[in-house]
């Protein structure tokens, strides 16, 4: 699988917010806030991943599995959250680590700044009152200056997350170039683009995976592509 260097983040600007980034280790964060909160930030990627991490090393199986997962009721928020995203699109916890790294880091953040926009490896948190465009990458030039989704205004907090079976370093069973998910959590979005990802072999498998969506309420909107096919359910406005 052909990784791409994040150059869809030279676009990712606002007039309103401050962009900056973070990496750390494996961790690489594009963050949009009404002030620059890269010290807080930095503080919170080391909080969760060192929860994840701690948590790993004694329940290998967490890291391992490609199934749901139960968790006890004492483990952190952020393991919890990664086991219900997973357990509710029928794919293992770690499927759900993008975007919950995401959400947890951005929501957060929303003690300090009321807009916030958190995108991790295309994984992407965020609460804006202000209308949206996000682009879609695919690594098809021509596809993605046609892929731009208007996300509305919203008073609470939003997960849109892709999944790649040619591009980026997830692992993935399909081969779509991009399933993007709108859910009303991160975790969730980005667990079930994965689940959504695997089913996708063809284009003939657009449809299957519109009918899965229309079944589970916490998928909000849907847009598959692959080999120049685009199919949209939901929740999803591109922009003329």
Not at 209 to 220: M, P, R
């Amino acid at each position: 699988m052909a990784y791409e260097k994040r150059i869809y983040r030279h676009f990712g600007k606002s007039e309103n917010l401050v962009n900056f980034e973070i990496k750390i280790l494996h961790t690489d964060l594009y963050i949009l806030a009404e002030k620059d909160l890269t010290e807080k930030a930095e503080e919170l990627i080391l909080k969760y991943r060192s929860q994840i991490e701690d948590y790993i090393r004694d329940n290998r199986i967490f890291l391992e599995t490609l199934k749901p997962l139960s968790v006890a009721k004492d483990v952190p928020l952020i393991i919890k959250d990664m086991a219900e995203a997973g357990s509710k699109a029928g794919v293992g916890p770690m499927a759900a680590v993008a975007g919950a790294i995401a959400e947890s880091v951005g929501r957060d953040l929303l003690h300090y700044t009321k807009e916030v926009i958190v995108e991790n490896g295309g994984d992407i948190f965020i609460k804006s009152d202000k209308l949206r465009r996000i682009g879609l990458f695919t690594g098809n030039a021509i596809i993605d200056r046609k892929l731009i989704i208007e996300l509305q205004p919203s008073d609470k907090p939003q997960g849109i997350c892709t999944s790649s079976g040619k591009i980026g370093p997830s692992l993935s069973f399909g081969n779509a170039d991009a399933v993007t998910i709108i859910a009303d959590r991160a975790s969730v979005a980005d667990a079930f683009a994965t689940a959504v990802g695997n089913m996708i072999k063809t284009s003939t498998d657009i449809q299957k995976g519109i009918a899965f969506a229309k079944n589970n309420t916490d998928i909000k909107g849907l847009m598959i592509v692959i080999d120049n096919n685009i199919g949209i359910w939901g929740k999803i406005k591109l922009a003329e």
